[in-house]
Protein backbone atom coordinates (compact mmCIF):
# COMPACT_ATOMS: atom_id res chain seq x y z
CA UNK A 1 0.00 0.00 0.00
CA UNK A 2 1.46 3.44 -0.78
CA UNK A 3 -0.05 7.06 0.22
CA UNK A 4 0.04 9.15 -2.82
CA UNK A 5 -1.99 12.43 -2.98
CA UNK A 6 -5.26 12.49 -5.51
CA UNK A 7 -5.28 14.64 -8.15
CA UNK A 8 -7.31 17.40 -7.62
CA UNK A 9 -8.55 19.86 -9.76
CA UNK A 10 -6.61 23.39 -9.01
CA UNK A 11 -9.58 25.95 -10.12
CA UNK A 12 -9.74 29.44 -8.92
CA UNK A 13 -12.82 28.92 -6.92
CA UNK A 14 -11.60 25.65 -5.00
CA UNK A 15 -8.44 27.68 -3.51
CA UNK A 16 -8.48 29.09 0.48
CA UNK A 17 -7.86 32.94 -0.70
CA UNK A 18 -6.86 34.79 2.44
CA UNK A 19 -6.60 32.17 5.14
CA UNK A 20 -6.65 33.16 8.28
CA UNK A 21 -4.16 32.70 11.16
CA UNK A 22 -6.78 31.39 13.21
CA UNK A 23 -8.47 29.41 10.29
CA UNK A 24 -4.88 27.99 9.76
CA UNK A 25 -4.32 27.35 13.01
CA UNK A 26 -8.02 25.38 13.53
CA UNK A 27 -7.12 23.27 10.63
CA UNK A 28 -3.68 22.05 11.71
CA UNK A 29 -5.49 21.05 15.45
CA UNK A 30 -7.71 18.97 13.39
CA UNK A 31 -4.33 17.55 11.28
CA UNK A 32 -3.35 16.89 14.91
CA UNK A 33 -6.07 15.41 16.42
CA UNK A 34 -6.44 12.78 13.07
CA UNK A 35 -2.51 12.16 13.57
CA UNK A 36 -3.11 11.67 17.05
CA UNK A 37 -6.25 8.81 16.38
CA UNK A 38 -4.17 6.96 13.69
CA UNK A 39 -1.09 6.67 15.79
CA UNK A 40 -3.05 4.66 18.76
CA UNK A 41 -4.67 2.68 15.83
CA UNK A 42 -1.33 2.38 14.43
CA UNK A 43 -0.33 1.21 18.25
CA UNK A 44 -2.69 -0.71 19.24
CA UNK A 45 -2.36 -2.65 15.46
CA UNK A 46 1.41 -2.97 15.58
CA UNK A 47 0.94 -4.38 19.65
CA UNK A 48 -0.25 -8.08 17.87
CA UNK A 49 2.61 -9.34 16.26
CA UNK A 50 0.29 -11.56 13.44
CA UNK A 51 -1.11 -8.35 12.84
CA UNK A 52 3.07 -6.96 12.38
CA UNK A 53 3.74 -9.62 10.29
CA UNK A 54 0.76 -9.76 8.03
CA UNK A 55 0.37 -5.89 7.19
CA UNK A 56 3.66 -4.01 7.94
CA UNK A 57 3.12 -2.55 4.52
CA UNK A 58 -0.36 -0.95 5.81
CA UNK A 59 1.34 0.08 9.44
CA UNK A 60 4.43 1.48 7.32
CA UNK A 61 1.59 4.01 5.19
CA UNK A 62 -0.17 4.66 8.63
CA UNK A 63 3.21 6.14 10.24
CA UNK A 64 3.43 8.14 6.93
CA UNK A 65 0.04 9.56 6.70
CA UNK A 66 1.14 10.88 10.63
CA UNK A 67 4.25 12.23 9.29
CA UNK A 68 2.25 13.72 6.52
CA UNK A 69 -0.61 15.39 8.71
CA UNK A 70 2.00 16.74 11.47
CA UNK A 71 3.87 18.29 8.50
CA UNK A 72 0.98 19.84 7.31
CA UNK A 73 0.12 21.46 10.69
CA UNK A 74 3.17 22.62 11.25
CA UNK A 75 3.29 24.35 7.56
CA UNK A 76 -0.35 26.07 8.16
CA UNK A 77 1.44 27.22 11.69
CA UNK A 78 4.17 28.92 10.41
CA UNK A 79 4.69 32.24 8.30
CA UNK A 80 7.11 33.22 5.89
CA UNK A 81 6.38 32.90 2.56
CA UNK A 82 5.35 29.39 1.14
CA UNK A 83 8.28 28.81 -0.36
CA UNK A 84 10.45 29.24 2.73
CA UNK A 85 8.06 27.07 4.50
CA UNK A 86 8.84 23.92 2.48
CA UNK A 87 12.09 23.72 3.47
CA UNK A 88 10.96 22.80 6.91
CA UNK A 89 9.27 20.15 5.41
CA UNK A 90 10.71 16.72 6.63
CA UNK A 91 8.83 14.19 4.46
CA UNK A 92 10.55 14.43 1.07
CA UNK A 93 8.03 13.30 -1.29
CA UNK A 94 5.18 15.93 0.33
CA UNK A 95 7.78 18.87 0.04
CA UNK A 96 7.86 17.56 -4.08
CA UNK A 97 4.76 17.39 -4.51
CA UNK A 98 3.86 20.85 -2.82
CA UNK A 99 6.78 22.31 -4.61
CA UNK A 100 5.08 21.02 -7.90
CA UNK A 101 1.90 22.35 -6.97
CA UNK A 102 2.73 25.31 -6.17
CA UNK A 103 4.85 26.12 -9.80
CA UNK A 104 1.76 24.55 -11.85
CA UNK A 105 -0.33 27.35 -10.22
CA UNK A 106 2.06 29.67 -10.73
CA UNK A 107 1.97 28.87 -14.45
CA UNK A 108 -1.82 29.11 -13.88
CA UNK A 109 -2.54 25.40 -13.61
CA UNK A 110 -1.64 24.04 -16.87
CA UNK A 111 -0.09 20.55 -16.93
Same mark, same amino acid.
Do not use: W
Given at each position: ?13 ? $???? +? %????? &?? @?????? /?????? &? !? ?7 ? /? #??? $? =??? /??? *?? @?? +? @?????L????? +?? %? &?????? =?? !????? #? ?5 ? =? *?S?? *??? $???S *?
Open positions: MSVTAPDAPRSADR $RCAN +L %SADAA &SA @IADELV /GLTTAL &S !ELAYDLGSH /G #ETV $R =RHM /GAL *QS @ID +L @ITQIHSLADL +LR %S &SGPFEQ =RL !EGVVV #EALGQRL =R *QLA *QAK $RGG *Q
